[in-house]
C-alpha cells in the first residue's frame, strides 16, 4: 500500500479540535478507507466515514466528509454530529463534490501555497 498524504481544511481543523477528534484517529479512518472500509461513497471521490470519539463507540460517533483518491491524497471536508444533524443538504454535496474535485487536482505548488496559508494543514 503507498503512503497516502492526509490533510485537513482550516474550518474542518477548527471542529475537530472542539470534538476532541486525534489526528491519530483520522489516520486510522484513511488507513481503513485504504483497506476499502467506508460508510458511504458518495460520488465524485467524496466518502462519508463514521469516527469514533475516545471512550465511544462508532455509533455515537462524529461522521466525516473526505475527498480521498486511494493512494494519493484525501482531504477532511466537513464533519459533523450524529445528535447535531442527520445529514447533509443536496446543495451542501454538490459543493462538496466540486471541492474535493479541485482539492485532490491541486498541484504540488498549489497545495504549498494552501498549507503555507493556513487554510490546509497536513496530518502528521
Known amino acids: 500500500m503507498e503512503s497516502i498524504r492526509i490533510y485537513k481544511l482550516k474550518w474542518f481543523k477548527r471542529w475537530a479540535s472542539k470534538e476532541g477528534l486525534s489526528d491519530s484517529v483520522l489516520k486510522l479512518a484513511i488507513t481503513e478507507m485504504q483497506q476499502g472500509l467506508v460508510d458511504a461513497d458518495l460520488g465524485a471521490n467524496v466518502y462519508k466515514k463514521r469516527v469514533p470519539l475516545l471512550g465511544q463507540g462508532k455509533s455515537g460517533s462524529l461522521r ?34 466540486l471541492l474535493a474535485k479541485e482539492l485532490l487536482n491541486y498541484s504540488e505548488e498549489k497545495l504549498k501555497k494552501a498549507i503555507d496559508s493556513g487554510s490546509i494543514e497536513e496530518v502528521r
Not at 480521498?68 to 477532511?76: G, L, R, S
Not at 445529514?87 to 463534490?97: G, P, Q, Y
Request: glycine share 2%; proline share 0%; no cysteine.
Open 64 to 97: 466525516t466528509l473526505i475527498a480521498f483518491q486511494v493512494d494519493n491524497k484525501a482531504f477532511f471536508i466537513y464533519g459533523f454530529s450524529k445528535s447535531t444533524r442527520s445529514n447533509i443538504s443536496v446543495k451542501e454535496m454538490k459543493s462538496l463534490k
